[in-house]
């Protein structure tokens, strides 16, 4: 077959598309154009709720650090809940920020590269988020108890009883992801459950950090 | 003169319609599923009309297109956004290839789609600029890539593709001898 076949053959190929379409005209007549959200749109929209959410979040934490600066028990605790609140609207706002600066009239290789980059930042910060969410338990329980019933949970259930709860999240945290890491192996693994053990087993990050390295190693090829 | 926003819908709306093939075809080459192909070219309508303010209409408006819809299959491809959408099943996947059959009842320009529908995002879109028979220079300019590689890239993609078209005649003529479909 001779090279220039190939373009022949697609030429074929447009016009029985043209003829299809000129049947089909409800593809062009469904595109509302003013008010279609594109899925980047939608994207977007998650992302600025989260950051809204967790930005409501740590101003009531910096508040309750703030009034409760001379008991070191609940401050600590409220420290720990606002730096990692912080990590997770600084992620956020950084999502945004990069989902805001994706162009479409810009050349594909940059908009591939963008896109990559963004899904491994959200990779990150979801697998942060979930291996984080066990151990900030306990700092979560000491804030609630003081913030809404007075009770400081340290002096009333004993330093033990704190250092259990941390104890059991550690635990849970290596459970889950050993579980992961097993039922990642398995092909046959629930699909409703699927995103969120790769997840945790870390695979979704290892994915997004190959794609960014093979569109690197693609236009490397350039030089 | 400023056009007003009536003017300047209706003119995308013409263009729209002049190049519409554009967009389905990229979608069809992306997408992996009938409702796939319809969600992607509603994604790239609304993307174009989006873009349509920073279009200038000096450039031509199929390379243009051309450019934001890749980039609106690729984002649909490669981000998470996929996971937005519903799972393919297989019945879904019956429908596609049926879809393709009906389009293509000689089979072959079939098989140069199912090529192209089998390559990786940037090949794919290299690989459809070129069998529309855009010059190495415009190609580059759409991918952000130089001359020389969309050269060296399109080589190897058109070596593969004789390899797999004539491996895919091949095996229907041995499907044909022993009577099977």
Same mark, same amino acid.
């Given at each position: 077959?001779?090279?220039?076949?190939?373009?022949?053959?697609?030429?074929?190929?447009?016009?029985?598309?043209?003829?299809?379409?000129?049947?089909?005209?409800?593809?062009?007549?469904?595109?509302?154009?003013?008010?279609t959200?594109?899925?980047?749109?939608?994207?977007?929209?998650?992302?600025?709720?989260?950051?809204?959410?967790?930005?409501?979040?740590?101003?009531?934490?910096?508040?309750?650090?703030?009034?409760?600066?001379?008991?070191?028990?609940?401050?600590?605790?409220?420290?720990?809940?606002?730096?990692?609140?912080?990590a997770?609207?600084?992620?956020?706002?950084?999502?945004?920020?990069?989902?805001?600066?994706?162009d479409?009239?810009?050349?594909?290789?940059?908009?591939?590269?963008?896109?990559?980059?963004?899904?491994?930042?959200?990779?990150?910060?979801?697998? %942060?988020? /979930? *291996? #984080?969410?066990?151990? &900030?338990?306990?700092?979560?329980?000491? $804030? +609630?108890? !003081? =913030?809404? @019933?007075?009770?400081?949970?340290?002096?009333?259930?004993?330093?033990?009883?704190?250092? %259990?709860? /941390? *104890? #059991?999240?550690?635990? &849970?945290?290596?459970?889950?992801?050993? $579980? +992961?890491? !097993? =039922?990642? @192996?398995?092909?046959?693994?629930?699909?409703?459950?699927?995103?969120?053990?790769?997840?945790?087993?870390?695979?979704?990050?290892?994915?997004?950090?190959?794609?960014?390295?093979?569109? +690197?190693?693609?236009?490397?090829?350039?030089? | 003169?400023?056009?007003?926003?009536?003017?300047?819908?209706d003119?995308?709306?013409?263009?729209?319609?002049?190049?519409?093939?554009?967009?389905?075809?990229?979608?069809?080459a992306?997408?992996?599923?009938?409702?796939?192909?319809?969600?992607?070219?509603?994604?790239?309508?609304?993307a174009?009309?989006?873009?349509?303010e920073?279009?200038?209409?000096?450039?031509?408006?199929?390379?243009?297109?051309?450019?934001?819809?890749?980039?609106?299959?690729?984002?649909?491809?490669?981000?998470?956004?996929?996971?937005?959408?519903?799972?393919?099943?297989?019945?879904?996947?019956?429908?596609?290839?049926?879809?393709?059959?009906?389009?293509?009842?000689?089979?072959?320009?079939a098989?140069?789609?199912?090529?192209?529908?089998?390559?990786?995002?940037?090949?794919?879109?290299?690989?459809?600029?070129?069998?529309?028979?855009?010059?190495?220079?415009?190609?580059?300019?759409?991918?952000?890539?130089?001359?020389?590689?969309?050269?060296?890239?399109l080589?190897?993609?058109?070596?593969?593709a004789?390899?797999?078209?004539?491996?895919?005649?091949?095996?229907?003529?041995?499907g044909?001898?022993?009577?099977?479909?």
């Open positions: 077959m001779e090279l220039d076949d190939l373009q022949e053959m697609w030429r074929g190929y447009d016009a029985r598309l043209d003829a299809s379409l000129a049947l089909n005209e409800r593809l062009l007549r469904r595109a509302s154009l003013g008010g959200q594109t899925a980047l749109g939608r994207l977007a929209l998650g992302v600025r709720v989260e950051l809204v959410a967790d930005a409501i979040a740590l101003i009531f934490i910096g508040g309750f650090a703030a009034d409760h600066v001379r008991e070191p028990g609940p401050f600590a605790a409220a420290a720990v809940l606002g730096v990692a609140t912080l997770l609207v600084i992620a956020l706002a950084t999502a945004l920020v990069a989902i805001g600066r994706i479409f009239d810009a050349p594909v290789v940059a908009i591939a590269g963008s896109l990559d980059r963004l899904r491994l930042l959200r990779a990150w910060t979801v697998f %942060a988020t /979930l *291996a #984080v969410s066990p151990l &900030l338990w306990t700092p979560l329980l000491i $804030v +609630a108890l !003081r =913030a809404f @019933a007075g009770v400081d949970a340290i002096a009333a259930f004993g330093l033990p009883y704190v250092a %259990a709860n /941390l *104890a #059991v999240g550690v635990a &849970l945290l290596a459970v889950a992801s050993l $579980v +992961a890491r !097993r =039922a990642g @192996a398995n092909p046959h693994a629930p699909s409703p459950y699927r995103r969120l053990l790769d997840v945790l087993a870390g695979y979704e990050v290892r994915a997004a950090r190959k794609q960014v390295d093979a569109l +690197a190693r693609y236009v490397a090829h350039d030089a | 003169m400023k056009r007003s926003a009536a003017e300047r819908r003119a995308f709306v013409a263009l729209l319609e002049r190049h519409a093939n554009i967009a389905v075809k990229v979608a069809r992306y997408g992996r599923s009938p409702a796939d192909h319809e969600d992607l070219v509603q994604e790239m309508h609304a174009l009309w989006r873009s349509f920073r279009y200038d209409p000096e450039r031509p408006f199929a390379t243009w297109m051309y450019r934001v819809v890749l980039n609106v299959a690729i984002s649909f491809q490669r981000s998470e956004l996929r996971r937005l959408n519903r799972r393919v099943d297989f019945d879904e996947a019956a429908v596609a290839a049926a879809e393709l059959h009906e389009l293509e009842p000689d089979g072959r320009a098989q140069l789609a199912r090529y192209v529908a089998g390559l990786g995002d940037v090949d794919k879109a290299l690989m459809l600029l070129y069998l529309d028979g855009y010059p190495h220079r415009e190609i580059a300019a759409t991918l952000g890539l130089t001359e020389t590689n969309v050269a060296t890239k080589a190897r993609l058109k070596s593969r004789r390899s797999a078209l004539s491996d895919g005649a091949d095996k229907a003529a041995e044909q001898a022993h009577g099977t479909r």
